[in-house]
């Protein structure tokens, strides 16, 4: 029953190395979103898609963070080239509009990527 | 741009109530969430406000003051599982028209018996 889930919860990478992460959003969700939370501190918007469509991006911090949704289920976030700051717990939460007023998002456990 | 604050710790006694105050600023208020955040879980929802005034579920509530960007969650009743981090996030319909949560820094609120 499920709740959002996420895989893998824990990568370790060397800088320099590629890492895919990836995210089931609630059966049925419409909207889907990536956060980025360092230790201590809230969770950081990074981008948001609609089905299949990425509305908005704004929050990604560089373009070697690129993130897809092709079929408006699953999505990925990809990190090329992982540098030191990177590390942080990544989360995805999806809603099942994403354009109710009271629409919640409903988060997943998260993965914790540490970069040596 | 968005500006959350709130208290970075705070220590109450089992039993108890305890009150965690959310200041904000906003261009494009649409809503404020409360979140439960355990170390190395998922934030879980608590409670949303967009009209101001007072909403109460069960042991936790949530007041909205929109006029003064000001928001509070009251635990009642304090239970040594409610140790745990309390997420402020405003919702900005901002440029793009979707849904982002904007998130506060947390508050970590420790239980004692």
């Known amino acids: 029953g499920a709740g959002v889930s996420q895989s893998p919860r824990y990568k370790v990478a060397k800088r320099g190395q590629d890492v895919a992460l990836r995210c089931d959003p609630i059966s049925g969700h419409v909207s889907l979103f990536w956060y980025q939370q360092a230790l201590g501190q809230g969770p950081e918007f990074l981008t948001y898609?609609?089905?299949?469509?990425?509305?908005?991006k704004s929050g990604l911090p560089s373009d070697r963070f690129f993130a897809e949704r092709p079929e408006g289920s699953v999505s990925t976030l990809k990190i090329q080239r992982t540098q030191q700051e990177d590390s942080a717990v990544y989360l995805c939460?999806?809603?099942?509009?994403?354009?109710?007023?009271?629409?919640?998002?409903?988060f997943g456990p998260g993965t914790r990527l540490t970069v040596l | 741009g968005q500006n959350i604050d709130q208290p970075t710790e705070m220590t109450a006694t089992e039993g108890a109530i305890v009150q965690i105050n959310c200041t904000y600023q906003?261009?494009?208020?649409?809503?404020l969430f409360w979140y439960q955040q355990h170390a190395g879980e998922a934030p879980t929802f608590l409670s949303y406000?967009?009209?101001?005034g007072l909403e109460e579920k069960g042991r936790f509530s949530s007041f909205l003051s929109r006029s003064k960007g000001y928001s509070y969650l009251l635990l009642k009743e304090l239970q040594m599982k409610d140790s745990a981090s309390y997420l402020c996030?405003?919702?900005?319909?901002?440029?793009?028209?979707?849904?982002?949560?904007?998130f506060g820094t947390g508050t970590r609120l420790t239980v004692i018996p």
């Open positions: 939460a999806s809603s099942s509009s994403g354009t109710s007023d009271s629409d919640t998002q409903y």
């Open positions: 906003t261009s494009g208020f649409n809503g």
């Open positions: 898609f609609q089905n299949e469509a990425q509305l908005d």
């Open positions: 996030a405003v919702r900005d319909l901002g440029q793009t028209g979707a849904n982002n949560l904007f």
């Open positions: 406000n967009v009209l101001d």
